[in-house]
């Protein structure tokens, strides 16, 4: 059974770079597309974009200047950089295998942008 | 950027009830749609995805269907478990989009 962990600060500065890890266990890295969601509180989800097996990244227009996603093999991980960040950016952040739909899923880990 | 709108917002019903959840697309998707399960304090839970087809593991009491800009999802007899809110989305385009969710609360 794939499952997935993120893990990352709590807390990050208004204007500073929020940087999360997911750790994937129980199969390969090396398939599939692995995303990013997020889902400020009491709104809907948000895509924040992908990196695929082949290394190719997609990501949501409205994030895209300050996102990138990148996949480490050897620990077979992949990171989400979101820079400037503000208040706006505050939310629970989830890590998502992509196959049939979003198919597996993070626990999620909770981020507020605070001074 | 496609838009999806979700109706109703809340639905009032009690368990044994059917419950009817509808998911409008502002453009026309062909193959890849899903819905999501989602309780407090949890991460998604896949439910359909391929418009129709349900993920591992759940019952045949949930049911996809629709094709273009419409689609639903049916529950045909609510059990206890399945109050809680209910997102689309479609993986066919990016950026990928989710609805505002649909709220399935007890009567």
């Known amino acids: 059974q794939v499952q997935l962990q993120e893990s990352g600060p709590g807390v990050v500065k208004p204007s500073e770079t929020l940087s999360l890890t997911c750790i994937v266990s129980?199969?390969?890295?090396?398939?599939?597309?692995w995303n990013w969601i997020r889902q400020p509180p009491g709104k809907t989800l948000e895509w924040i974009g992908y990196?695929?097996?082949?290394?190719?990244?997609n990501y949501n227009p409205s994030l895209k200047s300050r996102i990138t996603i990148s996949m480490d093999t050897s620990r077979n991980s992949f990171s989400l950089e979101l820079t400037s960040v503000t208040a706006a950016d505050t939310a629970v952040y989830y890590c998502a295998r992509e196959w049939s739909a979003f198919d597996f899923w993070g626990l999620g880990t909770m981020v507020t942008v605070s001074s | 950027e496609i838009v999806l709108t979700q109706s109703p917002g809340t639905l009032s019903l009690s368990p044994g009830d059917r419950a009817t959840l509808s998911c409008r697309a502002s453009?026309?998707?062909?193959?890849?749609f899903a819905w999501y399960q989602q309780k407090p304090g949890q991460a998604p839970r896949p439910l359909i995805y391929?418009?129709?087809t349900r993920a591992p593991g759940i019952p045949d009491r949930f049911s996809g269907s629709g094709s273009g800009t419409d689609f639903t999802l049916t529950i045909s007899r609510l059990e206890p478990d399945d109050f809680a809110v209910y997102y689309c989305q479609q993986y066919e385009y990016s950026p990928r989009t989710f609805g505002r969710g649909t709220t399935v609360e007890v009567k």
């Open positions: 453009q026309s998707v062909t193959t890849y």
């Open positions: 990196v695929s097996s082949t290394w190719s990244t």
């Open positions: 391929g418009i129709s």
């Open positions: 129980g199969g390969s890295i090396n398939a599939y597309k």
